[in-house]
């Protein structure tokens, strides 16, 4: 068999989840024919970082092959997967140009018109999420990352114009997965599930998560993606645990991402009622990921490890 075939399935996944994740956001409210948006600014974790752990003191990095062989020419660029992310997709979808990492030189040169990749592996919403892999840029870091960058574009724009790019632009966060499997499910390095009941935990996350998007908005951004956590109970890093039979998911992971992913969404609802002048939007990952978990031969893959509860 050749040796890129299962790379080429891997990518194919990758495509579909972010296919199914624009067909989730586009709703009446939200387009008419086609979405338009002036830049895309996005937050978030390894499953959309560009390459902004490469020069950090981090275990959480992935500029080295076989990461990256089916994109940039092979050279790998700190994306954690053989070709593009899901945020390359959806740029791709939406026409907007590659975003380039924040750390990268051609933000720091001033080419940030067509949107800013402010993730980064390890983070979460908790400040301390993700210290056990080292260095990482905490989403309020991301966020201050991304003041950073509005500083920028107020040289290259009046007041009026920025305000109506910002209010025309796409802002994209995609956290919660390392808050549990490098915070909340590791007792040995975290002390949170001594002192938060599942349902607490994802409270404080939600409570966390909600004052960082509220000052971007403040910041005059005006439509959010917002995107749940997938199964975790279902991806390797928990089916090692042997805490489920096997070719089973974990339950009561999937249990507490759901807990979160509820809360979101009810999140979700709230801003739309209190901020009339923005859109949010909620991703169902864990839907669209649990469709490729369940029918995995329609994706490409060879067998399925079980239905996500």
Known sequence: ???????????????????ALIALSLSPRTVAAKPQFAAMFVFGDSLIDPGNNNDLNSLAKANYVPYGVDFNGGVPTGRFCNGKTII????????????????????????????????????????????????????????????????????????????????????????????????????????????????????????????QILVLQSLGTRKFFLGGIG????IPNQLATGLSSPGKCVSFVNDYVGMFNVRLRSLVDQFNRDYKGSIFVYGNTFAALGDIIRNASTYGGIYSIGRPN
């Open 231 to 234: 199964p975790l109970g279902c």
């Open 1 to 19: 068999m050749d040796e890129h075939v299962p790379l080429a399935r891997i990518q194919l996944l990758l495509r579909s989840v972010a296919l």
């Open 88 to 211: 390359d997709y959806l740029g791709d979808l939406l026409e907007l140009p590659l975003l380039p990492p924040y750390t990268s030189s051609s933000v720091n040169s001033g080419n940030i018109v067509g949107g800013v990749n402010y993730a980064s592996a390890a983070a979460g919403i908790l400040e301390e999420t993700g210290q056990n892999l080292g260095e990482r840029f905490t989403l309020s870091e991301q966020v201050q990352n991304f003041d950073n960058t509005l500083n920028q574009l107020k040289g290259q724009m009046n007041e009026q114009e920025l305000s109506h790019y910002l209010a025309s632009s796409l802002v994209v966060m995609i956290l919660g997965s390392n808050d549990y499997i490098n915070n909340y499910l590791q007792p040995s390095f975290y002390t949170t599930s001594y002192f938060y009941t599942p349902e607490d935990y994802a409270d404080l996350l939600i409570q966390r998560y909600r004052r």
